[in-house]
Structure formats: C-alpha cells, structure tokens
C-alpha cells in the first residue's frame, strides 16, 4: 500500500477518540481570536512566533506554555468556541465518538467559575451530538502537581453537574506526583458514580501505573508507554484487557521516543495489550486522529490487520454501551472487508 492508499484507508475508518485534553486543542488562530476579543495581552506577537515555540524537549516544557494559552479562555462562549473548534475538525476525520478532558483547575484556579467552564463545553458537546452525531463522555481530570485536598475541593466543585460528568482522570506533571498522592479523591470520586482514569507511564516509571491500578482502581491507563519494563504488569493488563489510550505524536513531540520507529504501539499488540491510538494535544503536537494513526502506521510499518485492530479496540475500550459498540465495530469490520477485497 502506498501513502496515499494508507492515507485513504485511515480517512475512513470509523473512529473514536479517547485520549484528548479540550485545552490541548486549542488551535493558536482561535488563541488568538479569544485573546483579542477578551483584551488580553500575548506573549507572542504572530501566530507564527506562537507556533514556533511549540517544540518541547520534555512533558513540563509544554505545560508551560499550554498553561499560558489556557489563560485567555473566560467566558462561556470561550468553552463552547474551544469544544466546537474540536469537534468540527474531528468530525471531518470521520470521529464518531469522543471521550474528552477538561482541566477544571486550570480555570477555577485563575477566578474562572466552574459553571462557565463546564457549560460551554457541555453544550458544545451536545450541539455535536444533534448536530453532527458525534457521541460523547466527558472525563474532569485533577492537575497531579496541586494536592489532593484541591482535587477534593474540585470534585466537591462538580457534584451539581454530575449528570454531565462520566469520570475523572489524572494529568500534568507525572515524575513526582505518583497516583498514590490521589488514592482518597479517587475513593470519593468513585462513591459520586465517576468512572477513573490516570495518567501513567509516560514519563513515570511502570510503578506508577500499578498504583493506578491497586491504589486508584482505574478502569484505563492513559499513555502506559513504560508497562514494557515490567513483564508481570504486561500479563497483568493483557489478562484484564485494561485500555492504554497510546497518544504516538505526543510521545514523540515530548521525548518520550525519539523516532516513530521506536513506538511500543505494535510491541503491545504483538503481547495482546488493548492499545488504542489517540490525539493528547493535538493543537500542540502536530496532528489530531488521522495523523497520529497514519504516522504510527508509517513508522512501525504496521499492517492493515494491525490498523483495523486499533482502531476495534478504541470502541471497545469506550465507556460506550455493548449495544452502541457492537455497531461501530461492526461498521469498521465491514469498512474493513471493502479495502481488502
Ligand atoms: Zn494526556
């Protein structure tokens, strides 16, 4: 199959997103529509001299400047422009659902409401569904670098939405801030009826992701790049069919691989992990479904068989019902079945 045929073949798959921070997609030419109309001042003068400090030589390099852009976001509408701007683009690959992140903290911390930052892209989120029939699940994920008593203060911030909310997650800085720093909020999140997720193994070590498992009791490993370390753990996921959302582009925009070829996305399938293939922050690293899948794809010279393999297990690694991923695996089966006939 040549470049064209692949990219072909990865336009039309039927996919869904598991692994996306809303923040993380805001696209500098909306940064800087917001920022203008919020009368807010940039550090960087051009869109191009925005674009040209995304180069990161690890994890934190980036929360630097993602924390920035994040700033200009204040109003309801600011939310509902971010989400919309997402969901439009990922609707034109061929996404059919979504499991996205906000970063509550980011907001509340800088005297944003809750309320605000949630409504804009909860009706954001729903205007897709009518509109673009794009489901969705959306994941509130505690900042790992603040404590666990802000955390608790954040959930405490989000019980009047609950029904908007389908689970919590666990990001930003990981070396440091291990999951067992956020055993009790992650206890009491599960008492509200959220489902769990963290970050783990992306730059922390293999032991941060047991501790999500044992300590957290996650449901999905967000990243989980480092489980090859440890073979008791790979056994351990492969027995569970616990979901690692792999984010390919990411890892390699932050260091975590230095070359696409060196990606454990085709290693986890050989072993039977259930890896999927995600965005993370796609304004930032270069490429949102399409791209990531067609990179890795490129890179590690994956197969059609392993492609179609990705992309099955991201539904079934979905919070959606058995019902609703049944079809959209039966959809890409027979997607499938055309290109190799
Ligand atoms: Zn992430």
Redesign the pocket.
């Known amino acids: 199959m040549n470049s064209s045929e692949l990219k072909q073949l990865i336009e039309g798959i039927p996919k869904a997103e598991l692994?996306?921070?809303i923040e993380?997609s805001f696209e500098p030419e909306l940064m800087f529509e917001i920022a203008k109309r919020n009368n807010i001042a940039m550090d960087y003068d051009s869109i191009e001299s925005l674009k040209k400090a995304y180069k990161f030589n690890n994890l934190q390099e980036f929360l630097d400047i993602y924390y920035i852009g994040a700033q200009v976001l204040i109003h309801e509408q600011d939310f509902f422009d971010l989400t919309w701007a997402y969901l439009t683009k990922v609707h034109s690959q061929n996404v059919k659902h979504v499991e996205v992140?906000f970063d509550p903290q980011t907001h509340t911390d800088r005297g944003i409401a809750f309320e605000v930052v949630i409504s804009g892209i909860y009706k954001a989120l729903e205007k897709a569904k009518d509109e673009l029939g794009i489901t969705y699940k959306l994941i509130m994920s505690y900042l790992r670098h603040l404590s666990e008593e802000e955390a608790f203060k954040t959930l405490e911030s989000s019980i009047p939405f609950k029904d908007w909310i389908h689970g919590v997650?666990l990001?930003s800085s990981e070396m440091g801030n291990p999951p067992s720093k956020f055993e009790k909020v992650f206890k009491a999140s599960a008492a509200q009826g959220y489902k769990l997720v963290a970050?783990a193994g992306?730059e922390g070590p293999s032991e941060y992701i047991w501790e999500a498992l044992d300590l957290l009791n996650i449901v999905r490993i967000?990243?989980g790049n480092r489980c090859l370390d440890d073979e008791k753990l790979v056994k351990r996921l492969v027995k569970e069919q616990i979901p690692l959302?792999l984010?390919p582009l990411?890892n390699l925009e932050l260091q975590v691989i230095t070359k696409m070829e060196d990606h454990p996305a085709a290693k986890m399938l050989d072993k039977g992990i259930l890896a999927t293939i995600h965005s993370?922050?796609p304004a930032y690293f270069g490429g949102y479904m399409n791209e990531n899948f067609y990179k890795t794809a490129k890179g590690l010279n994956l197969s059609v068989n392993q492609i179609k393999q990705l992309a099955i297990n991201a539904f079934v690694g979905s919070w959606l019902s058995n019902t609703e991923k049944d079809k959209h695996i039966a959809n890409i089966q027979s997607y499938f079945s055309s290109f190799e006939n």
């Open positions: 692994h996306l921070h993380g992140f997650g990001d970050h992306e967000d990243h959302t984010c990411s993370d922050d």
